[in-house]
């Protein structure tokens, strides 16, 4: 039964390669397409039917085993690399992620500037001096505004002042005037008093 089933197996490859043989024009991929074509070659014809070598078949056999294997082989050799070239990929991965990180982080440090021990953003730090200069402008600003009011302020006491010690100086010669009038009133009468005695 072993015997019929590896012959019956073998006409139904050989036919199977017997078609892709006649669509390839004789153009084979593998040595078992090879050995398959050469096997049918080499048989004889009985009665329709293709009479093969025993021999030869079980090598056909054992070459088809050793190609599977080395097709097994092959495979796991090719999964061998893929894993090893993902589990690369997922490592550059991850060190791409890491080197994103330091770039964002060496730019964000690049752009803080320090001040007063704290880190600002040069957009904040600009801010923030242009918001300081304001400041001061605007405290140089009320203080020129007072200055100029507390000046004009002085000058017009000054000028009260002076008009006031006009005043004083000129009430103050009236009244010495007056005093020397009314001194020598004063006097004319003590001569007056003085003569009548």
């Known amino acids: 039964m072993s015997n019929k089933f590896y012959i019956v197996a073998a006409f139904v490859i050989a036919s199977v390669f017997q078609m892709n043989a006649q669509t390839d024009s004789l153009k084979t991929d593998t040595p078992i397409q ?3 074509s050469a096997l049918i070659q080499e048989s004889n014809n009985y009665q329709g039917y293709k009479v093969v070598d025993y021999d030869k ?5 054992n070459t088809t085993r050793n190609y599977i294997t080395e097709l097994k082989e092959e495979i796991i050799v090719h999964k061998n690399t893929l894993d090893q070239q993902n589990e690369e990929i997922s490592k550059l991965k991850n060190e791409l992620e890491s080197t994103k990180e330091d770039l964002k982080r ?3 440090e690049k752009d803080a500037l320090m001040f007063l021990g704290m880190p600002f953003s040069k957009g904040g730090y600009k801010g923030m001096m242009w918001g300081i200069v304001a400041a ?3 405290v140089v600003l009320i203080l020129f505004f007072r ?3 507390s000046n004009a ?3 017009d006491a000054q000028q009260k002042l002076d008009e006031t010690e006009k005043e004083f ?3 103050r010669t009236k009244a010495l005037e007056k005093e020397q009038r009314l001194g ?3 006097q004319d009468e003590r001569n007056k008093a003085g003569g009548t005695s």
Not at 57 to 61: A, G, P, S
């Open 34 to 36: 090879d050995e398959f």
């Open 57 to 61: 078949l079980i090598e056909l056999r």
């Open 106 to 108: 060496v730019s964000e």
């Open 136 to 138: 001061l402008v605007a």
């Open 147 to 149: 200055y100029k009011s």
């Open 153 to 155: 302020a002085t000058k």
């Open 169 to 171: 100086d000129a009430y």
């Open 184 to 186: 020598r009133m004063l």
